[in-house]
């Protein structure tokens, strides 16, 4: 049993799901793809590269490798992972906390667009969060000690931040027009935005998405360990008998 899931691991490295521009899942109205070594090439802050200039790089690029498909068509297949797969199919979807494996992926909703971008800044020490609206999901990030507003799905910058687009919404509903975005829809999130009482931070307290994080941590050793522990328990049975 051991070897055979140490098989599933090593054909997972050949066999896990990603998105592709001819998915017929795919939301995208006009999809645009860069391949997974382009994004990295680019992904990071060069050297003396003002923030402000890198996040809007920064936002395009994860715009441009991150697909919009349900999160139900991104689960992974039984030998990418097996403890995740069976996780997945139990809730029924399925976005990556691992930054490399979201964007190998190459798509999903909106929060893992977020995911994606408020982890690559993280990791360079810059101060982002990602917020929850009423049906969407953005970060905002700290510069000079004001916090502005990004959106890595529709690849658009806000000069401002969550408060000041909840005040005054029609900067919102402008943003998205000038995105190329119908008309009706730039007015749905202009009403997205200023409906404040479902608008919120994700706080390090012990929220569903941590627990996630927890078990995916988890699921991405545990593939390895058991079937190891599985192979010593046999050879320790063999040498017994």
């Known amino acids: 049993m051991g070897a055979v899931l140490v098989l ?23 999809p645009t793809i860069i391949s997974e070594e382009e994004f990295w090439e680019n992904a990071y802050s060069r050297t003396n590269e003002p923030l402000e200039p890198y996040l809007q790089r920064l936002t395009e690029l994860v715009s441009k490798k991150m697909l919009l498909i349900d999160e139900k068509y991104t689960k992974p297949t039984i030998y990418e992972n097996w403890i995740l797969w069976i996780y997945s199919h139990s809730i029924g979807y399925y976005e990556w906390s691992n930054t490399k494996r979201a964007v190998r992926l190459g798509g999903g909703y909106c929060s893992q667009h977020a995911i994606v971008f408020n982890n690559i800044l993280r990791e360079q020490g810059v101060q982002s969060r990602i917020i929850k609206l009423g049906g969407h999901v953005l970060n905002e990030v700290l510069i000079d000690g004001e916090w502005k507003v990004y959106d890595a799905d529709y690849n658009l910058v806000f000069d401002v931040s969550l408060k000041e687009l909840e005040n005054n919404s029609i900067k919102v509903y402008q943003a998205y027009l000038r995105a190329g975005r119908p008309e009706d829809e730039a007015k749905h999130w202009q009403n997205v935005f200023a409906t404040d009482a479902d608008n919120w931070h994700y706080k390090k307290t012990r929220t ?34």
């Open 8 to 30: 599933f691991n090593v054909i997972g490295y050949f066999r896990y799901t990603t998105v592709s521009v001819n998915d017929i899942h795919l939301e995208d109205d006009l």
């Open 208 to 241: 569903s998405r941590e627990e996630k994080y927890y078990i995916e941590v988890a699921a991405l050793s545990l593939v390895w360990v058991i079937p190891v522990i599985l192979i010593l328990l046999g050879i320790g049975m063999r040498k017994r008998v």
